[in-house]
Nanobody, 127 residues
């Protein structure tokens, strides 16, 4: 079965950086889309970033303001999220998600378009 395992979360002060990783297993071919969502306390899960295809196409949530960078290693079936200039509002559980088949740019940012999810990793930013 498919498994997505996130790592790299933790506690960081505002302005600091973290790098999240998500390793996927149980699927023969690379996922078309691998992305990140986050869910803060009392809020709905929101789109963070996605990388599609071989890694040449990326999209980010508007609230990130260029602070995050997503990348993937198809050979390792792993996706990364580099988070810089972290703010207290970035505090959330971050979830890795994967979709085997094609999705458009807009659809790739929709939560229910993803087939598989990781267990989440907590990111806490102190102010």
């Amino acid at each position: 079965q498919v498994q997505l395992v996130e790592s790299g979360g933790g506690l960081v002060q505002a302005g600091g950086s973290l790098r999240l990783s998500c390793a996927a297993s149980g699927w023969t071919f690379p996922f078309y889309a691998m992305g990140w969502f986050r869910q803060a306390p009392g809020k709905e899960r929101e789109f963070v970033a996605v990388v599609t295809g071989s890694g040449g196409s990326t999209r980010y949530g508007e609230s990130l303001k260029g602070r995050f960078t997503i990348s993937r290693d198809n050979a390792k079936n792993t996706v990364y999220l580099q988070m810089n200039s972290l703010k207290s509002e970035d505090t959330a559980v971050y979830y890795c998600a994967a979709r085997p088949t094609y999705c458009s740019g807009d659809a790739c940012s929709v939560r229910n378009e993803y087939n598989y999810w990781g267990q989440g990793t907590q990111v806490t930013v102190s102010s």
